[in-house]
């Protein structure tokens, strides 16, 4: 199993290790001479002092490329980043998730695969598994291994109910993720079976959270907070440090992907916050989601026209940047707004909001009592 890949991203080249934060820039010579490196070829000197200055851990002296470094073909596509919905299922049913119906549904096992090397083929290097939750389709294990064995870094955003499983840490174990995220709904068994309206969840969280740090995953917590656990935010955070493990807060709440503004109601109010300005974001032209049926979309919120991998193959990615120039687009109740040069939300998301007839408050300056006047 490779410890590097070598990969061209974006407009750049990398040397990337699973399970690793660290990586390098490779000058363009450098990665063409890694692939026309003979597998059974010794790794250059150049490589070899590169990798021990960013991996002390990792020898490769004398050892044969093949064995350790897997070299990414250049795509003709320019993805470089995907998000993955392997399936909407989930063994729990928070109250805030915008996913709506959990509906354990999705492609055989053959379309997953295939849509895989499409996505491999296409350039992507970095790959968000996701769900529902991930863990508990029956294909994660090998679709996980399939995707590692591409040569795409992986980073599994999970509740971390099954982390505890043997069959999972070992496969992490064997195939390194890029990043462990774990999503915190509650300090305390109370808050956090409420949330997620399943007893027994906060016990299955702290026995996957225990054999995930015992194991040393690359691990990061989303720290959740809604109208339930919102008086538990300090202590939320408190947990992350004592357990050593970066953090980062979530607050706004979003309408479900039918356009169900139900969800809403777990927003805490007084942890709305202001989303940065809106510059603009490369979606559909660098990066793409899929959800469980292979149907491609520019990003996890603008999902109004997908591109079905399964049935077009690679060539529908040449319609992606198109549909996302049409969807980011200042039209509908947002024409002729006088705040749209400083608004902080995309298109599509304003869109989703309106469509789930949401408060103002909860994604337009024209909602809140501290706006710039208009």
């Known amino acids: 199993?490779?410890?590097?890949?070598?990969?061209?991203?974006?407009?750049?080249?990398?040397?990337?290790?699973?399970?690793?934060?660290?990586?390098a820039l490779l000058p363009e010579e450098r990665y063409e001479a890694l692939r026309a490196l003979d597998a059974?070829?010794?790794?250059?000197?150049?490589?070899?002092?590169?990798?021990?200055?960013?991996?002390?851990?990792?020898?490769?002296?004398?050892?044969?490329?093949g064995d350790f470094l897997l070299v990414r073909q250049p795509s003709t596509w320019g993805y470089s980043k995907a998000s993955w919905e392997v399936n909407l299922g989930c063994n729990y049913a928070c109250k805030h998730c915008y996913l709506g119906l959990k509906v354990n549904s999705g492609m055989p096992w053959k379309d997953k695969r295939r849509c895989l090397d499409l996505m491999a083929e296409a350039g992507v290097l970095w790959l968000q598994v996701t769900g529902g939750e991930p863990t508990i389709d029956k294909d994660f294990l090998r679709a996980y291994r399939h995707a590692f064995e591409?040569?795409?870094?992986?980073t599994v955003s999970t509740n971390g109910s099954l982390l505890w499983r043997e069959n999972i840490l070992r496969l992490f174990e064997e195939c390194p993720p890029y990043r462990v995220t774990v999503s915190l709904y509650g300090a305390t068994k109370a808050s956090y079976d409420e949330l997620t309206q399943r007893p027994g969840a906060w016990d299955l969280f702290v026995q996957g959270m225990n054999a995930a740090r015992r194991a040393r995953l690359p691990l990061r917590m989303s720290v959740?907070?809604?109208?339930?656990n919102a008086h538990q935010e300090a202590a939320m955070i408190e947990l992350c440090r004592r357990w050593g493990v970066d953090h980062e807060v979530y607050t706004n709440m979003t309408p479900t992907i039918y356009g169900g503004g139900e969800v809403l109601t777990a927003q805490s109010k007084d942890h709305l916050s202001m989303r940065k300005q809106f510059t603009g974001?490369?979606?559909?032209?660098?990066?793409?989601?899929?959800?469980p049926h292979g149907l491609v979309s520019i990003c996890k919120i603008g999902r109004d026209e997908q591109i079905s991998l399964p049935q077009e193959g690679i060539g529908g990615f040449a319609r992606l940047g198109a549909i996302a120039d049409r969807l980011m687009l200042r039209t509908g109740g947002c024409s002729g707004c006088k705040l749209s040069g400083s608004c902080t939300v995309c298109r599509p998301l304003a869109k989703h909001f309106q469509e789930a007839k949401a408060p103002l408050a909860a994604y337009c300056q024209h909602g809140r009592e501290d706006r710039v006047n208009a």
């Open 1 to 23: 199993m490779h410890a590097l890949i070598a990969s061209p991203f974006l407009e750049q080249h990398v040397l990337v290790r699973p399970g690793s934060r660290s990586g």
């Open 40 to 65: 059974a070829a010794p790794a250059p000197a150049w490589l070899t002092d590169a990798v021990r200055e960013h991996w002390e851990d990792l020898d490769v002296t004398g050892r044969p490329a």
């Open 150 to 154: 591409l040569g795409m870094m992986l």
């Open 224 to 228: 959740i907070v809604t109208e339930d």
């Open 281 to 291: 974001c490369n979606a559909g032209h660098t990066f793409f989601h899929m959800d």
